[in-house]
């Protein structure tokens, strides 16, 4: 018998005994042997229950059952209960009032921020014991699991919004821990717009919509957001992240995600270190490119969630790597900068990153609401051997997160939730609250008390492996509101990052300001923007100031340098997996489908999905052309005996205005609109994505006006068999993006 059998057991023979029983706690007596109080005993050290078993006893399956109330009795509620066939509805009618009643009440608050998200369970495996820095029992010993749920998200966007807008993403992750719950709640960028939480309401106020007519939605380009950003310079270094590439990632799965902050890790023994973490992705970087992006939000505003959800179903499980920066207590400023300053990094080139473990995302949730949109993270979500430091933003938030809790929950009792229970057993002495889910049995529910044995008893550093905070922390200091003057230098790092990008992504930055930027109407706030660009680097302001017609301050050289770190570009590297990746096959109904079934077989092989696009559904087809764009492939293959598809837009509409009605699957098709086949290849080489044509010739490139022979540009002539193709077609997925398509600014 395991240790938790022998634990049941016990709880059984207790449940009769009733009182006294040393294997149980007071709490869990008389609840059945089920029920998640009694499931652990923390004296056996037993693992947290995994996800499957934990949510199952939660879980609700309505099969071959008749309709109940919420009481319990079996209904039937489809027509009302009305006084007479022709009659006003009876407000005697409880099923419906009931029924009607839950639904008015069926939303909570939206996240004030993040309200945009999707999530997912999985396990993370610690590499070793890291004992040596720090007591948290989930990093113990090698190969140990613990089960997480991530949630990502954007931040400015309401809850309907798009998931490709550009924005910096919420990458917030739960552990839940033997010891606890842990909840790193970070994003898909190392720094913050801010650097002390008293600011955060003025930088939300200043990023979401307008008040009065509520745009844009999901969008910083207004005048509020770079009125603050230009007026709160200190927003810069994160602002140069989220209009690079990491603001418009391809997918959640490609994407780093950073705990921000400088935390603390502790021994056992009180021994400090402090550490940044990241999670860093599998599957290697990458992001979609602005009007890609821009237009997959009309198209598939799902498009993160989806290939989220997809991956996981087919089994393609995403990973990150669980590392940290580990740095000494006496480093705090020997950097150049503070490292309670969360508007900076550490360069990994001089701290580099130990990984610590695996992270793995192998579930998709049942229930959106009851698990992805009721998940609290909370950064004062910290086990034993993991403290924090005296950031001010991080200091803020551990206010901030537990009281927007109990606005969305309207009560205390949210971590009482399935999703926000701890896998071990929870003993406190809070009590009562709305939705209050247990019957505790204590009497004595404060401590000290002598009628309950002391118990719950007070755990420690040294009783209890309780929670404690790092010994050598002190501090000390007259009462002040200012900025810390190690925290003044805001403009070297956006510098840092800049100098560090590919040529071809500091450009893409640029058109991100310049698109920004064009959209504000206040002549004053554009010059304090290029005021701010200059501090940062000569050259940005410049260019920018170019497309908005206005001239760029002289160079104010205070901060320039030409240092440069690795690690920061969002396309610097090729993908390190394809699993999940999708391939766009446009063909005709009126062609074979042997060809598409081959490839689709061979990239199946390399868990690549192919997706067969035609006029009309039938055998062997996926797609219509009228459903389909090019947002929704990483490659676009076209098949050669297809070509007479590739017609321009312009012929077909000419055509199709002789020729009314014709539906016969040709050039003149109605079944699909003006030159779509044409727009899906032409705006996949615009978007930098492998094309390729299978068959005769290239007839489809030269409508397309694209130069066969050009990098992730592929023709494979009649004779390619389909594993000759996909190890071409594969290595360009590989590169994902080519790059070199795009000019740069002379
Ligand atoms: Fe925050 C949610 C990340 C600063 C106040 N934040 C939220 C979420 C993430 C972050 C990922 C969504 C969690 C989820 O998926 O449920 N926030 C950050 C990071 C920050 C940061 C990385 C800086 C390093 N946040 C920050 C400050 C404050 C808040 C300074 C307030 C003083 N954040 C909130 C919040 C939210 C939130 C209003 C909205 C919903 C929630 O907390 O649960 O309390």
């Known amino acids: 018998m395991v240790k938790s059998d022998l634990f049941i057991a016990f ?41 499957d078993e934990f949510l199952a006893k939660y879980e609700i399956k309505d099969t071959d059952v008749y309709l109940t109330n919420n009481f319990g009795g079996q209904i039937e509620d489809q027509e009302s209960l009305s006084a007479g066939e022709r009659g006003p509805t009876l407000l005697e009618d409880f099923t419906f009032r009931e029924k009607i009643t839950h639904f008015d009440h069926e939303r909570v608050p939206e996240r004030a921020v993040h309200a945009r998200g999707a999530g997912a369970h999985g396990v993370f495996t610690s590499y070793g014991d890291w004992a040596n820095i720090t007591g948290a029992s989930f990093l113990k010993a090698p190969g140990k699991e613990t089960p997480v749920f991530i949630r990502f998200s954007t931040v400015a966007g309401s809850r309907g919004s798009a998931d490709t807008v550009r924005d910096v993403h919420g990458f917030a992750v739960r552990f839940y821990t033997d010891e606890g719950n842990f909840d790193v709640v970070g994003n898909n960028v190392p720094v ?25 939605q999901a969008a910083t380009g207004h005048d509020s957001a770079w009125d603050f950003f230009s007026q709160q310079p200190s927003s810069l270094h994160t602002l140069f992240w989220a209009m690079s590439g990491h603001g418009t990632i391809r997918s959640y799965r490609h994407t780093d995600g ?41 198209k598939n505003a799902d498009a993160h969630r989806q290939d989220l959800f997809e991956s996981i179903e087919k089994g ?53 609401f009851a698990e992805t ?89 040294t009783h209890g492996r309780g929670f404690f905070t790092a010994p050598n922390r002190s501090v ?37 300001i310049r698109f920004e930027v064009a959209q504000l109407t206040s002549d004053v706030v554009k010059n304090n923007v290029l005021i701010q660009l200059n501090r940062v680097s000569h050259d940005v ?25 690795t690690g920061v570009s969002a396309s610097g590297e090729p993908l390190l997996k394809i699993d999940g990746l999708k391939v766009g096959y446009l063909t005709s109904s009126s062609v074979s489908g042997d060809r598409a079934a081959a490839l689709k077989s061979a990239l199946g092989d390399l868990n690549v999905g192919l997706v067969v696009v035609a006029e009309r559904l039938g055998r062997g087809i996926d797609q219509i052309y009228q459903a389909t764009f090019a947002g929704q492939f990483d490659a ?13 837009a312009g012929s077909l509409a000419h055509s199709n205005a002789t020729s009314p009605g014709n539906r016969t699957g040709s050039a003149h098709s109605t079944l699909y609109p003006a030159g779509r086949p044409l727009q899906i290849l032409q705006d996949g080489y615009q978007w930098g994505k492998p094309v390729a044509v299978v068959g005769e010739g290239s007839k489809a490139f030269e409508a397309a006006g694209i130069e066969a022979g050009t990098p992730g540009v592929f023709e494979f002539g009649n004779s390619s068999d389909a594993s000759s193709i996909v190890k071409q077609l594969s290595k360009g997925l590989y590169t994902y993006k080519f790059l070199d398509r795009y000019p740069l600014d002379q």
């Open 541 to 565: 302001a410049v260019r920018v100031a170019e497309a908005i017609n206005l001239k760029a301050p002289d160079a104010d050289a205070k901060y320039y340098h030409s240092n440069t770190t």
């Open 192 to 216: 913050f717009f801010i650097q002390d939480a008293i600011k955060f309401p003025d930088l939300i106020h200043a990023v979401k919509p307008r008040p009065d007519n509520e745009i844009p």
């Open 316 to 368: 393609y499980f995403p990973e990150w790597v669980f590392e940290a920066q580990i740095m000494e207590e006496e480093d705090q400023l020997r950097f150049g900068f503070d490292l309670l300053d969360p508007t900076k990094i550490v360069p990994e080139d001089i701290v580099p990153f130990t990984p610590l473990g695996k992270l793995t995302l192998n579930r998709n949730p049942r229930n959106y």
């Open 636 to 648: 676009v293959v076209v098949d050669g005996s297809a070509n007479a598809l590739f017609a321009p």
């Open 476 to 512: 000390g200091g007259r009462f002040t509101r200012a900025v810390s003057s190690t925290f003044a230098d805001v403009w070297s790092q956006p510098r840092l990052f800049f100098n560090s990008l590919l040529p071809v992504e500091q450009q893409f930055l640029i058109n991100a």
């Open 258 to 298: 950073w705990g921000v902050h400088t935390f603390r890790f502790v021994t056992d023994e009180g021994k400090t270190k402090l550490v940044k973490f990241r999670f860093r992705t599998q599957q290697g970087k990458a992001s979609l490119l602005w009007e890609e992006a821009q237009i997959t939000a009309g």
């Open 373 to 461: 949109e009721q998940i609290m993270y909370q950064v004062g979500h910290v086990v034993r051997g993991i403290d924090l430091t005296e950031d001010p933003l991080l200091q803020g938030r551990l206010f901030s997160y537990l009281d927007t809790q109990l606005n969305r929950h309207n009560g205390p009792n949210f971590e009482q939730l399935p999703i926000n229970q701890p896998r071990v057993p929870v003993h406190t002495n809070t009590r009562d609250g709305a939705g209050q889910m247990y019957i505790p049995l204590n009497v004595a529910a404060y401590s000290p008390n002598t009628l309950n044995g002391g118990s719950p008893r007070q755990a420690n550093q």
């Open 11 to 51: 709880a059984t023979l207790c449940h009769v005994a009733q009182a006294g029983c040393p294997y149980m706690d007071n709490d869990a007596r008389d609840l059945p042997a089920s029920h998640p109080a009694v499931r652990r005993d923390e004296s056996t050290g037993a693992p947290p229950a995994s996800t």
